[in-house]
């Protein structure tokens, strides 16, 4: 191997990791919160570039429709007030898909604002009624989730592959464009900002009060399922900028949120599902482990990635035992 090669080896272990991080510290957000592991990230991470170029062409996504339908879902499951804020949401949501078909920049918002929208929607319907469920029930239910997202975005979008126009046009150096480093900053700021927001704010610090004590943050005046609210939001706003900053660098397809996201997974388990930094500098690890291996052994990157697991699950054991002794 020469220096030219580890240069470029390098430079898509980066890129490769600021990818896994943005879906991991969205992970670790909403398990902070919910204890929920939001398996389904990488389909709402796809549905906001699909989204962006079915509009793009002038037609309505079946995402929308996926949309509304939870949306009034979820106002027959709330009472009196209210249900007519999702109401609401929906049919702001509809009216701006409308004026947004051929629009970029509209479409932009729309195809965030959809990510957010459905976030919300997915939480208030599936999550929260099973708000004092355990973390397996959730992670199953989150797995389900996933099947049936990803099923669906196969009947929305087909099996295709789609490519946006970039932001950025033009490279910084071979194998690097200005779209990639845009990816870096916005991943940088986000981890930044999260850590910031969890440690510095008082909003932060209620989202974490209702995380580690229901009970006791509902005495304190915080609503548990506000907060997780608050938290899928966030997360589907981070999924929604991800998916629209990354889908020009590898594309957008219905299937290719699974990977990323499993990955994505592999680097918050680096984090212990807790600390945004390690979270993202595990991704970063995952991406250099993942271009190294796919160079010496391509056969068997996929699984010496899901390797890293057993070392990250067993000290996870290690220190939960010796926290119970």
Same mark, same amino acid.
């Given at each position: 191997?020469?220096?030219?090669?580890?240069?470029?080896?390098?430079?898509?272990?980066?890129?490769?990791?600021?990818?896994?991080?943005?879906?991991?510290?969205?992970?670790?957000?909403?398990?902070?919160?919910?204890?929920?592991?939001?398996?389904?990230?990488?389909?709402?991470?796809?549905?906001?570039?699909?989204?962006?170029?079915?509009?793009?062409?002038?037609?309505?996504?079946?995402?929308?429709?996926?949309?509304?339908?939870?949306?009034?879902?979820?106002?027959?499951?709330?009472?009196?007030?209210?249900?007519?804020?999702?109401?609401?949401?929906?049919?702001?949501?509809?009216?701006?898909?409308?004026?947004?078909?051929?629009?970029?920049?509209?479409?932009?918002?729309?195809?965030?604002?959809?990510?957010?929208?459905?976030?919300?929607?997915?939480?208030?319907?599936?999550?929260?009624?099973?708000?004092?469920?355990?973390?397996?029930?959730?992670?199953?239910?989150?797995?389900?989730?996933?099947?049936?997202?990803?099923?669906?975005?196969?009947?929305?979008?087909?099996?295709?592959?789609?490519?946006?126009?970039?932001?950025?046009? +033009?490279? !910084?150096? *071979? =194998? @690097?464009?200005?779209?990639?480093?845009?990816?870096? $900053?916005? %991943?940088?700021?986000? /981890?930044?900002?999260?850590?910031?927001?969890?440690?510095?704010?008082?909003?932060?610090?209620?989202?974490?009060?209702?995380?580690?004590?229901?009970?006791?943050?509902?005495?304190?005046?915080?609503?548990?399922?506000?907060?997780?609210?608050?938290?899928?939001?966030?997360?589907?706003?981070?999924?929604?900028?991800?998916?629209?900053?990354?889908?020009?660098?590898?594309?957008?397809?219905?299937?290719?949120?699974?990977?990323?996201?499993?990955?994505?997974?592999?680097?918050?388990?680096?984090?212990?599902?807790?600390?945004?930094?390690?979270?993202?500098? +595990?991704? !970063?690890? *995952? =991406? @250099?482990?993942?271009?190294?291996?796919?160079?010496? $052994?391509? %056969?068997?990157?996929? /699984?010496?990635?899901?390797?890293?697991?057993?070392?990250?699950?067993?000290?996870?054991?290690?220190?939960?035992?010796?926290?119970?002794?």
């Amino acid at each position: 191997m020469d220096a030219t090669i580890l240069g470029l080896l390098l430079l898509d272990g980066v890129q490769n990791g600021v990818i896994y991080g943005l879906l991991a510290l969205a992970m670790v957000l909403v398990f902070a919160v919910t204890r929920v592991i939001l398996v389904p990230i990488g389909e709402l991470m796809m549905f906001a570039p699909l989204s962006f170029v079915w509009l793009q062409e002038g037609k309505l996504p079946g995402t929308l429709w996926l949309a509304l339908a939870l949306g009034v879902l979820w106002a027959l499951l709330e009472r009196g007030r209210g249900r007519g804020l999702p109401l609401l949401g929906g049919m702001g949501l509809l009216l701006l898909f409308l004026l947004a078909q051929g629009s970029p920049a509209l479409a932009y918002l729309a195809a965030l604002l959809l990510v957010v929208y459905l976030g919300v929607a997915t939480y208030r319907v599936f999550f929260q009624p099973m708000r004092e469920a355990t973390v397996l029930a959730l992670l199953i239910m989150a797995v389900g989730l996933h099947v049936a997202y990803q099923g669906l975005g196969l009947v929305f979008f087909g099996p295709e592959q789609f490519r946006p126009d970039p932001l950025l046009q +033009g490279e !910084v150096v *071979v =194998g @690097l464009t200005w779209q990639g480093v845009l990816v870096l $900053a916005f %991943a940088l700021l986000s /981890a930044a900002a999260l850590y910031l927001f969890f440690r510095r704010s008082l909003f932060g610090k209620a989202l974490l009060a209702a995380a580690e004590n229901r009970l006791g943050a509902r005495l304190c005046g915080i609503r548990p399922e506000e907060a997780g609210m608050v938290a899928f939001a966030i997360a589907g706003l981070m999924a929604a900028l991800s998916g629209l900053l990354l889908a020009p660098l590898i594309n957008a397809a219905y299937f290719m949120g699974f990977m990323l996201g499993l990955k994505a997974f592999v680097a918050a388990i680096l984090g212990g599902l807790v600390s945004y930094p390690v979270a993202f500098l +595990g991704a !970063v690890l *995952v =991406g @250099l482990f993942e271009s190294f291996t796919s160079f010496y $052994a391509s %056969a068997y990157k996929e /699984a010496l990635v899901f390797l890293l697991l057993v070392p990250a699950l067993f000290y996870q054991s290690l220190r939960a035992k010796g926290v119970e002794e």
